[in-house]
């Protein structure tokens, strides 16, 4: 029975570290919770509440962010499409690359790579 029990555990962590997280990624590397909405260019949209530090995955793979608003209190901000796409000249690809830090006064894209060396990059748990 405790290795049924034991082989049923080890089959769920297994199966539930399956799931595969993709770019773009959404950041909140502020010091105060947020909410955000997100527009794919798939025509999907999420929103979440992001706490600080805390960031946003989801599981579709080559989706490209088209539309962010992010609200703190009665603050919202909106970056639409042409402003984002501009963010992402610098990386080479468009999707799974993007990491977006919402900072304290402004949005900020970066690669994967560079969010790791920034220390703001962890995997989702």
């Known amino acids: ?12 962590l297994f199966l ?11 950041k909140n590397t502020t ?11 798939d025509g999907g ?3 979440v509440h992001l706490g600080p530090g805390n960031g946003f995955w989801q599981t579709q ?6 539309h962010l608003t992010v609200t703190q209190g009665s603050q919202k901000t ?12 610098h990386l080479s690809s468009v999707t799974a690359e993007a990491v977006y830090l919402i900072r304290e006064s402004d949005l900020e894209v ?3 790579e560079e969010a ?10």
């Open 31 to 41: 010091k105060n919770p947020i909410d955000i909405t997100v527009s794919f260019s």
């Open 1 to 12: 029975m405790k290795a049924l029990l034991l082989a049923s555990l080890v089959m769920g």
């Open 78 to 89: 909106e970056y639409a499409s042409p402003f984002l796409h501009s963010l992402l000249a």
């Open 110 to 112: 970066v690669s994967i």
């Open 16 to 26: 539930s570290g399956c799931d595969r997280y993709y770019g773009p990624i959404v």
């Open 45 to 47: 949209v999420s929103t």
């Open 61 to 66: 793979k080559g989706r490209v962010l088209e």
């Open 116 to 125: 790791k060396q920034k220390g703001v990059f962890t995997a989702p748990h």
